[in-house]
Nanobody, 122 residues
């Protein structure tokens, strides 16, 4: 299984970025992030079967939106109203979980992308 994440970059506070993650198959997917000196944390997950079955971490709820293009086996993370504390390496991950379950724990994800840097700074 291959996961290819892209779309990171430098953006000013209040700005937007869209991350993409192309998978080599269809999976339950998620985004995690890791800031310098901090542990990796869950950002958002989307279920295998239902693209409306999603779960967001509290710090990003209402600002970030996950979506899926099933035909392309690609998920997207639209990040709006970015804050300096959103600065991190963002990782996409895939879990072999069916149905409408949304995985929140990193241990539930078997496959990981290489990470893409997001820096929010003026």
């Amino acid at each position: 299984v291959q996961l290819q994440a892209s779309g990171g970059g430098l953006v000013q506070p209040g700005g937007s970025l869209r991350l993409s993650c192309a998978a080599s198959g269809r999976f339950a997917m998620g985004w995690f992030r890791q800031a310098p000196g901090k542990e990796r944390e869950f950002v958002v997950g989307i279920s295998f079967r239902d693209a409306t079955a999603t779960t967001y971490a509290a710090p990003v709820n209402g600002r970030f939106t996950i979506s899926r293009d099933t035909a392309k086996n690609t998920i997207y993370l639209q990040m709006n109203r970015l804050k300096p504390e959103d600065t991190a390496v963002y990782y996409c991950a895939a879990a072999e979980t069916g149905g409408s379950y949304v995985n929140r724990e990193s241990r539930e994800y078997r496959y990981w992308g290489q990470g893409t840097q997001v820096t929010v700074s003026s």
